[in-house]
């Protein structure tokens, strides 16, 4: 069982930025592929960015390409996403998911929530017009 507890979020005005942090309990942090989740409300968990279990591939949605940036530090089993230049339709609560089921040594990032075997409580990000 691995326990992930993201945090960093709160209210920014648009064009703020945020960097949201997600810790995990697991041994080995590296048997991972991470990634970041965000559900507005009445709409559906969406994909935002992922990470491979290196670090060596990552992934974005087309909504925050080029504004965020997604990276991992398997020393202090921690995954981040770094947002700027945000705006209001980047609202939601945001979740760090893990994967436990892809290889060490692939390049592809999972982008569905259903391949992801652990989630986090989530985080409020609020972006102010």
């Known amino acids: 069982q691995v326990q992930l507890v993201e945090s960093g979020g709160g209210l920014v005005q648009a064009g703020g930025s945020l960097r949201l942090s997600c810790a995990a309990s697991a041994r080995t942090f590296s048997n991972y592929a991470m990634g970041w989740f965000r559900q507005a409300p009445g709409k559906e968990r969406e994909f935002v960015a992922g990470?491979?279990?290196?670090?060596?591939?990552?992934h974005y949605a087309d909504s925050v390409k080029g504004r965020v940036t997604i990276s991992r530090d398997n020393a202090k089993n921690t995954v981040y996403l770094q947002m700027n230049s945000l705006k209001p339709e980047d609202t939601a609560v945001y979740y760090c998911?893990?994967?436990?089921?892809?290889?060490?040594?692939?390049?592809?990032?999972?982008?569905?929530?259903?391949?992801?075997?652990?989630w986090g409580q989530g985080t409020q990000v609020t972006v102010s017009s």
């Open positions: 990470i491979t279990r290196r670090g060596t591939n990552t």
């Open positions: 998911a893990a994967d436990l089921h892809t290889s060490y040594y692939t390049n592809e990032v999972p982008l569905r929530p259903g391949q992801y075997d652990y």
